[in-house]
């Protein structure tokens, strides 16, 4: 069934945000024809279409034998070139999503893409009313997650809390273990700490004071979904934190690192930012105002051609540290990113395949896939590190940076110059909340 609408019927709607696929084209002669694939929950589609100065709503309340939520429109004088503006309101279980307005430009039906036969199905959803740890990994370690960052992740600093999961940074002299004497001549049993550690590389489960070095000052949080999927979309909605030093990320690696180690195996990073007021490197700022998407693909870290693969974007004035949401689309053809239906990143597949792409030398390792290794499953991490390699030397920061790259002790020298970065962190903000995570399968 399927009629027009009043626009006013939109404005009772109350929805979230998210990414919808529709195939929109020209069929006959003029007719506009409106799909979008079945999803499971799906009871209700209203396409709103601005097109040649009219603005048309139509309402789908069942899908067709094709399972399609499809609307025709027989009287829509559409042309091939026309340029349309759509957003949709899709009921979905109890809630009404919306879209955001996006601009196409039409074709007849023939000539659309064709679109995977494979049904879209929701693989994981978390709304956070409550902390299910059973469906993640929690990070225990104090390894430093391979950047030489300082904090150690432990469970006590994940939890949700008014819906929202926190990932938050604290000072590890605030926890009853600890204090200043002890970050200097002590020492860190993760396993005795929080009974499990999770990964033992770079003294990760027991370290101690060694020389010159303290103990990791920090503590956080980290986890990953023990859900997998290989093609589909991401969609995390988030708030960043703000605060010197703190780089949030919102990433995916392979399941069972299908092609080796990092980053054999390959690396999707939707959204990472550094937390600093102000981080400007080359004319441009690069600190809590800019976030980041990157592919990390190579045989080994010497031969990483991220940067061919990464781009950033920076807030239309302000920062990021509001709610957005952040997204993936990911098929065999192509991997974009966006932030609120923003595009960031978009890589497409090329023909060549990655390997040839970047000129590596020898064995193909991904063999004949040209889209490896970004061909097997992969699931989604979410985590808030503290310092690192990813904050450059050379930038231009609002307070200086404690600690320099080739520094026999960093995390010394950032926990000695707490006074000019703490202050930048205030309460929550230098958590990252998130509301709602969600992983579907194409």
Known sequence: M???????????????????????????????????????????????????????????????????????DLDAEANTGDMIEYKMSVLLGDKWIDTDWTTVSLVPRGMMVPRKSKRAHTVFRDDFNSFNRGAYTVEVSSWGGGNGEFQVYTPENVYAANGYLYLKPTLTVDHQAFDEGK???????????WHTCTNGVNWGCDRTSLGNEILPPIMSGKVTTNACIKYGRVNVRARIPKGDWIWPAVWMLSCDRHYGNWPRSGEIDIMESRGNLRAVEGGSDHGVSYIASTLHWGPDSSHNAYYLTHKGKHAN????????????????RHIITYVDDQEVLRVNTPSQGFWNWAHFQGHNIWGNSHNAPFDQPFHLLLNVAVGGG?????????????????????????????????????????????????????
């Open 2 to 72: 399927h009629y027009s609408i009043n626009l006013l019927f939109l404005a009772a709607l109350v929805a979230a945000t998210r990414r919808f696929y529709p195939e929109i084209s020209i069929i006959g002669n003029s007719s506009l024809r409106l799909s979008l694939p079945d999803e499971d929950g799906m009871s209700r589609v209203v396409y709103e279409v601005r097109s040649n100065g009219k603005e048309r709503t139509y309402v789908t309340e069942s899908k067709n034998d094709d399972d399609l939520w499809e609307y025709v």
């Open 183 to 193: 970050l200097y001549n002590g020492r860190m049993d993760v396993n005795s700490l």
């Open 317 to 332: 004035g302000g920062d990021w540290h509001g709610w957005h949401t952040y997204s993936l689309e990911w098929t065999d």
């Open 390 to 442: 990813y904050f450059g030397d050379n930038a231009q920061y609002n307070t200086p940076k404690p600690w320099h790259g080739g520094s026999s002790h960093p995390m010394r020298d950032f926990w000695e110059h707490r006074g000019d970065w703490l202050p930048t962190w205030h309460g929550d903000d230098v958590a990252m909340l998130i509301d709602y995570v969600e992983m579907i399968q194409y």
